[in-house]
Nanobody, 124 residues
Framework: QVQLVESGPGLVKPSQTLSLTCAVS??????????WSWVRQAPGKMKEWMGA???????YYNPSLKSRTSISRDTSKNQFTLQLSSVTPEDTAVYYC????????????????WGQGTQVTVSS
């Protein structure tokens, strides 16, 4: 069974870059044909898909966040990373990593497996 665990700082200052890592066990991030996503949920709002990195290494982003978002991976460590630049308090949310098997499904919020989520607060 695939397990995903998010890690990173819980507090980030405005204008800085938020960086989170998702460590994956029980499966390889290079295995056909999965998509590895970052999803966030701000207080009182629905989950928002931020972007994904495919088994191939190709990346896909939510257009509303594309200019500030970068997703990369380290296949030797079997993990993938989110970087969100120029953060503001509106980026305060619980951030999740997830695994899905279809790009359109993951864009719509359908995932096979989820991490437990990590709270990130943007505040000075």
């Amino acid at each position: 069974q695939v397990q995903l665990v998010e890690s990173g700082p819980g507090l980030v200052k405005p204008s800085q870059t938020l960086s989170l890592t998702c460590a994956v066990s029980g499966g390889r991030i290079t295995t056909n044909y999965y998509f590895w996503s970052w999803v966030r949920q701000a207080p009182g709002k629905m989950k928002e898909w931020m972007g994904a990195i495919a088994f191939s290494g190709d990346t896909y982003y939510n257009p509303s966040l594309k200019s500030r978002t970068s997703i990369s991976r380290d296949t030797s460590k079997n993990q993938f990373t989110l970087q969100l630049s120029s953060v503001t308090p509106e980026d305060t949310a619980v951030y999740y990593c997830a695994r899905g098997r279809d790009l359109e499904e993951v864009r719509a919020g359908v995932q096979l497996d989820w991490g437990q989520g990590t709270q990130v607060t943007v505040s000075s």
